[in-house]
């Protein structure tokens, strides 16, 4: 059997990645595949355990460091329990966010460094990167508008950060995104949800 397509999806809060997550999934199963849905932090029994701990409570309940690490834990267990047997069936994996979300938060806005986040996703997860990661880019205005619209007040410890916070994260985002064009694709996110559906399509056309 062949392997599946592993395809994650990146970017800040409110670009309308689980939203496209579910589109994408539909779309594609309409052509045949099988898919899995999944997410990070979270996505296995353990990882979900995590995603908890990562994203409840108090805002400074965690230092920088401590985060990345239980970040690179989650991934560590999504990876080995979910998203490799799921590939090795011949599934394709849709993930909501994936190691550049370390990156781009940990890595870039917190300060803790590419080269530590990359070493961590070494350790945990060998390394393994996704087929395609399909960055949403939407103006950081009307992201964090639509964020808010949801959330009413409820965002989690890391949507509650500062615009400062989501602007660091936003050029870390497009700095990963410049430096490996091979895997990544810059998808605009504004727009009707069809639209948006069609151009992330389009960019997984190749696979
Ligand atoms: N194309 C669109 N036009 C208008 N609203 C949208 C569009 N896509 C998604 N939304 C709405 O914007 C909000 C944020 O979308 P969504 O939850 O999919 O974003 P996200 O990137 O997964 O966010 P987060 O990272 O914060 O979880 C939701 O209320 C969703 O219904
Ligand atoms: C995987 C991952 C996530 N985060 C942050 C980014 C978001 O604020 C939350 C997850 O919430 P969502 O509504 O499910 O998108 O966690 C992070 O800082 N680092 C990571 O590696």
New binding site residues.
Partial sequence: MARGRFISLEGG?GVG?STQLRALAAALRARGHDVIET???GGSAGAEAIRSL??DGDAGRWTPAAEALL?AAARADHVAKTILPALEAGQWVLS??FLD??LA??GGADGIGEAVIRQLHQVGSNGFLPDRTLLLALPEAEAAGRAAARDRGAA?R??ARDAAYHARVAAAFAQLAAGDPARFRIVDSSGSAEDVTARLLAAIDDL
């Fill in positions: 809060e990645k997410r990070e932090p990562l994203l970040f909501d966010r979300s370390s938060y940990q989690d890391f949507g």
